[in-house]
Nanobody
Framework: QVQLVESGGGSVQSGGSLRLSCAASGSTISLDKLAWYRQSPGKERALVAS???????TYADSVKGRFTISRDYNTNTLYLQMNSLIPDDTATYFCNGDTGVYMYWGRGTQVVVSS
C-alpha cells in the first residue's frame, strides 16, 4: 500500500507561481513512476507531468517550459513547480504513483488562477 498526500495548492493571479508537493508513504519502493494529473470541472483527468525511477521526465505540451516535476528520494516527496500560471491551469491536481501493476492516487489539491 502507498499513501499520497498533496499540498501547496491555492489561488494566484495569472503569471504567478505555485509549488505543489506530494508526500508518499508506505511501500514507496514499489513505485516505478510518479506523476501529476489535473482535472477541471467537466473535463477528464489528464497527465501533467511524470518522472520515472531513473529520473526521466515527460510533460504535457500545454505546460512544457512552465512546469517542472522533481522527486526527492530521501524524503519520498514529489514536487511540481508551476511558473507563469494561466487561467487554463485552474484545476484540481492529483498525485499519482504507478507500480506498473497498480496506480495509487492522492485526494488532490486545488489550484485557481485568476486573470
Amino acid at each position: 500500500q502507498v499513501q499520497l498526500v498533496e499540498s501547496g495548492g491555492g489561488s494566484v493571479q495569472s503569471g504567478g507561481s505555485l509549488r505543489l508537493s506530494c508526500a508518499a508513504s508506505g511501500s514507496t519502493i514499489s513505485l516505478d513512476k510518479l506523476a501529476w494529473y489535473r482535472q477541471s470541472p467537466g473535463k477528464e483527468r489528464a497527465l501533467v507531468a511524470s518522472i520515472t525511477i531513473s529520473g526521466r521526465t515527460t510533460y504535457a505540451d500545454s505546460v512544457k517550459g512552465r512546469f517542472t516535476i522533481s522527486r526527492d528520494y530521501n524524503t519520498n516527496t514529489l514536487y511540481l513547480q508551476m511558473n507563469s500560471l494561466i487561467p487554463d491551469d485552474t484545476a484540481t491536481y492529483f498525485c499519482n504513483g504507478d507500480t506498473g501493476v497498480y496506480m495509487y492516487w492522492g485526494r488532490g489539491t486545488q489550484v485557481v488562477v485568476s486573470s
